[in-house]
């Protein structure tokens, strides 16, 4: 995807964008990029979620794009104010790789797969379709999202190229 108009999406960040633009994230390793569509409205938006739940959270000031349970829901609010509605929506999603091995089954070390089914039950909650993904794996991904088209490009060292 050749693109002039690139909107950045940091780590535990989330960005929105309406008509035109590609929204691109890079890093995802255990990270999960969720990307969200409304292809009547042309509303596109995307977060990059580090954490599966906000109950873990430390900080004062809560970084809603950081947690799954928080990320989403914010992402809906401000595509919504762009004109999307969530019953149109449609979901891709990226990443959430197991990026290192651990002795045990210990939970807390199976980040990238707790990203993944967060995300997942988040959606399930608004009723939104997940309609591809690419997830797992133990390889980082840098993910575009065209807000023209709806298509997700994942790039990766191990797996080159993909179009979702």
């Known amino acids: 995807m050749i693109q002039?108009?690139?909107?950045k999406v940091g780590m535990a960040d989330l960005n929105v964008t309406h008509l035109t633009g590609v929204l691109k994230t890079t890093g995802l390793g255990s990270c999960v990029g969720l990307t969200l569509y409304d292809s009547k409205a042309k509303?596109?938006?995307?977060?990059?979620?580090?954490?599966?739940?906000?109950?873990i959270a430390r900080e004062g000031n809560l970084n809603l794009a950081k947690y799954a349970d928080t990320a989403i829901p914010e992402l809906l609010r401000k595509m919504q104010a762009l004109g999307a509605?969530?019953?149109?929506?449609?979901?891709?999603?990226a990443g959430g790789a197991q990026m290192f091995a651990f002795a045990g089954n210990s939970d807390t070390m199976r980040i990238g797969p707790r990203n993944v089914e967060s995300c997942k039950e988040m959606l399930d909650q608004y009723s939104i379709p997940l309609r591809a993904e690419d997830t797992?794996?133990?390889y980082g991904r840098t993910i575009e999202?065209?807000?023209?088209?709806?298509?997700?490009?994942?790039?990766s060292v191990q797996q080159g190229v993909k179009e979702l």
Do not use: Q
């Open 4 to 7: 002039d108009h690139y909107i």
């Open 43 to 55: 509303v596109a938006g995307m977060a990059h979620v580090m954490l599966p739940t906000s109950e």
């Open 85 to 93: 509605v969530i019953s149109r929506m449609e979901a891709k999603m």
């Open 136 to 138: 797992g794996g133990s």
């Open 145 to 155: 999202f065209d807000c023209d088209n709806g298509v997700l490009l994942i790039r």
